[in-house]
């Protein structure tokens, strides 16, 4: 019976506000020829429609005002205002420009409402569907110097522990520093944010603290990943890549309705497989291997034209052989690249799958979002796990189990986009609970006998822990139009979070039975923030937007469970504070992107491992780094067929206070003047790529030749900086021939074959990614 009542009240209001104006308008090229199938879009809306054979289209809207997307195939997406007052009749007519005469007009949700990018004033990059292509995007690795100041951490033929680091700020515990998003739900650690790239539409990258509307741990940056959603057009596609070291990827995907205007789904699967790059010198065979599968099913539910429903589920399912495939020094990687030598098979597992509802009600006075979301993520690894000897030893290894559950719910009500007025508004709340279960088995093997006579060995220690974790926010953000071109913005939010742990370690010794080796602890601790947030912007003309900000950042705090004083089991949330000014201009008929920086980033209370008194490591808020740097992002189009992407940073990032424990000095030491890790002073990356089209070709045939230059400059791996990567150059280059329907491609990454380190950290090194090379072949509809 309620929940008749509730769907009769969600019809009443449906009617009530239904849309009435029919408005027509016509879609076509410079030489006014008729675009079929070409998309026309509501932005902040349910409403969409498609042009027909003759490029007319219709949509019902009601007074107001409306930003339209139009998106066509091989043409640039158009954004534009319209206003409608009363009952006047509305033609709309859009000239489309080819895609390589214009640049697009990228829509992104980075302030959770759908707008022009260069309308937002943050720094902000976006990479769409075709540029995630173009780029040859299959997981978060391809993604270092994409955007200005983006580093991503690589970890070998890992699929976990890959993450990123936004102006000097990364993680260095299971907290993200820079939080990642996939279709609006949290990805709660670096171990189960998912690295893989299936049917993705769009990424942001929103450099700074963006605690405001993104809250805990969006304390460097944010990355949103937001895969396909389906509508009233049938799309399809299906991709076979095959390359050198064994390399077969397999990716197919379809979209489109079930019932027309009602009732859509999408779904996607993709297949990985890649043989072995390091050679074992223990076994004399390949030590690695990487196998993955993931999947995507989304289905989109509109019971009337205020009210969308959309479910996605996503599941991602790893299995690699050879994984942290480290050596103990630097010297080591160089001397012998691509070897290993170990009595370990390092399999490592991970399972991971999301689920999330989103309803979204779009009203006269208001608009309302609500995202429930469930997590389920298991990582473990076979055997003996992990060599920590790096040697054909039976020494030391380790074999982690870690699961994790999180249930996560938002609310969200904001001003709709189609009123008018000076202010702008959105509020909401957010609440999650998190449990975690984590067994880790240290293996002490026959032979750690040699680094310790006295301990006993063989034997096995199993540390288990439970962990449970809530927390609960309230945000809220407003903008006021100061004058006709001056805009002003303020935001805050308030989290607070409560962590609880338990913990005991068992001991195994064989023959002998599981005994217990410390008995169970329980720890607690709580924190709280608030994350303020203020813009001030103003547009000199129409495609040029200056804008000043200051924003705090915040990370949340955790638990040292092996703390002996009780004062230093809580370690303290870190917090950050960004003040930025961002120039951002459009020239030459949207053929000239130009967006530049300047930030000044304070990162107070950084969380570091350090042993205090050179024994016991626990995680402390012993930094204080500071780094001011400049930001360019340009976009050319220099003549027809042409188009030039450039991204180049420079950051100063420096310790104000780093206290950690000298071995030399046998005390705790202020290393200020150093500089954070993994975070080069200058990076850059510069893509070039030429298309010729046929243009007498009835099946739009075309080719294309492309290359990518990235330059990294010196970046260390110790906060002590004593171990440190030199600055080094990739060259990728792709090629191919394409149609309407069909392109096959050729590409090779790493042209020159360069060996750099790629991982570094606590004696242990890795290289990064030697030359693949391989084709590509891919089909839609």
């Known amino acids: 019976m309620k929940l008749r009542i509730f769907f009769t009240l969600i ?22 020829n008729p675009v079929h199938l070409a998309t026309v879009s509501v932005l902040n809306n349910n409403l969409s429609t498609a042009s027909g054979k003759d490029g007319r289209f219709t949509l019902n809207l009601s007074s107001g005002s409306y930003q339209l997307s139009v998106t066509a195939v091989g043409f640039a997406t158009q954004i534009r205002s319209v206003k409608i007052e009363g009952n006047d009749n509305i033609d709309l007519n859009f000239v489309l420009q080819q895609s390589s005469q214009e640049l697009n007009e990228v829509m992104v949700s980075a302030e959770k409402k759908q707008q022009n990018v260069q309308n937002v004033p ?11 292509q173009e780029y040859r995007l299959w997981d978060i690795t391809n993604l270092t110097a994409i955007a200005p100041n983006l580093f991503t951490v690589e970890h070998g033929n890992s699929t976990s522990s890959n993450f990123f680091n936004i102006r000097g700020v990364m993680g260095f515990s299971n907290e993200q520093a820079v939080a990642t998003y996939v279709d609006g739900v949290y990805q709660s650690d670096y171990f189960s944010a998912p690295p893989l790239f299936n049917d993705v539409e769009s990424i942001e990258i929103l450099r700074g603290p963006q605690g405001t509307l993104y809250g805990r741990n969006a304390f460097g940056g944010v990355v949103n990943i937001t895969t396909r959603q389906p509508g009233n057009t049938l799309a399809g596609f299906a991709e076979m890549t095959f390359g050198n070291y064994g390399q077969q990827r397999y990716t197919a995907g379809l979209s489109g309705p079930i019932v027309k205007d009602k009732l859509f789904a999408s779904g996607s699967f993709s297949y990985n497989h890649r043989g072995s790059i390091y050679q074992n010198a223990f076994t004399n065979s390949g030590f690695d291997r990487r196998e993955d599968y993931s999947g995507n099913f989304s289905l989109r539910y509109l019971p009337s034209a205020r009210w969308s429903l959309a479910l996605n589920l996503k599941a991602e399912n790893d299995n690699d052989r050879g994984s942290f495939p480290w050596v103990g020094s630097i010297e080591d990687v160089f001397s012998r690249p691509y070897q290993v030598n170990t009595n370990n098979t390092n399999i490592e597992r991970r399972k991971n799958s999301n689920a999330s509802l989103a309803a979204n009600y779009y009203g006269k006075d208001f608009t309302f979002t609500a995202v429930s979301s469930y997590t389920d993520f298991h990582g473990y690894y076979e ?168 924003a705090r950042g915040f990370r949340s705090g955790g638990l040292n469970t092996n703390a002996t004083d009780p004062a230093k089991v809580p370690y303290q949330p870190e917090h950050s504070d960004n003040y930025e000014i961002g120039w951002k201009n459009m020239f030459f008929q949207n053929r000239l992107k130009l967006n530049l920086t300047a930030f000044y980033l ?109 330059y990294l400059g010196k970046y260390y791996f110790d906060f002590i900086n004593d171990k440190y990567q030199p600055g080094y150059s990739l060259f990728n280059l792709k090629t191919g021939i394409s149609t309407g329907r069909m392109e096959l491609s050729g590409w090779m990454r790493n042209v020159t074959d360069t060996r750099y380190v790629a991982y570094g950290s606590f004696g242990s090194f890795l290289l990064g990614m030697p030359r693949t090379y391989g084709l590509s072949l891919t089909t839609r509809i």
């Open 11 to 32: 019809c009443f209001c449906s009617a009530a506000n239904a849309f009435g104006q029919v408005i027509r308008g016509t879609v076509k090229t410079k030489e006014g």
């Open 383 to 550: 055997g003996r796990g992990v060599d920590y000897d790096f040697s054909p030893l039976d020494a030391l290894s380790t074999a982690p189990d870690i699961c994790q559950r999180v249930f996560a719910q938002e609310l969200r009500f904001s001003s709709p986009t189609t009123a008018p007025g000076k202010l702008k508004w959105v509020a909401g709340a957010y609440g999650f609970t998190q449990k975690n279960h984590t067994d880790a088995p240290t293996f002490y093997g026959i032979d750690y006998l040699q680094f310790d006579p006295a301990s006993g060995a063989p034997f096995t220690t199993i540390g288990v822990s439970d962990g449970r974790n809530k927390g609960y926010a309230f945000f809220g953000q407003a903008t006021y139009t100061l004058a006709e071109k001056l805009d002003f913005t303020a935001g805050l939010r308030y989290d607070h979070e409560s962590r609880k742990l338990g913990q005991y370690t068992d001991l195994l010794k064989d023959p002998g039975p599981v005994v217990l080796f410390s008995p169970n602890q329980d720890f607690s601790a709580q924190f709280n923030a608030y994350t303020p947030k203020f813009v001030l912007s103003y547009k000199l003309q129409e495609h040029m937007l200056l804008y000043g900000s200051y």
């Open 122 to 132: 943050a720094a902000v990059s976006v990479l769409d569907r075709k540029a995630i």
């Open 602 to 710: 304070q990162q107070h209370n950084q969380q570091i491992s350090t042993a205090m008194d050179g024994i016991n490591a626990l995680i402390l808020n012993v930094g204080e780094m500071h780094n001011k740097g400049l930001e360019l992002e340009l976009t050319a189009l220099p003549v027809k067929g042409l188009q030039v992407d450039w991204n180049a940073s420079y950051s100063n990032a420096r310790y104000r206070s780093l206290l950690l424990y000298s071995n030399d000095a046998q005390a705790v030491v202020d290393f200020r003047g150093d500089q954070p890790i993994n975070t080069p002073p200058v990076s850059s990356m510069l893509a070039a790529q030429y298309t010729y089209g046929f243009a007498r070709s009835k099946q739009h045939l075309s080719v294309y030749l492309r290359g990518e230059y990235r």
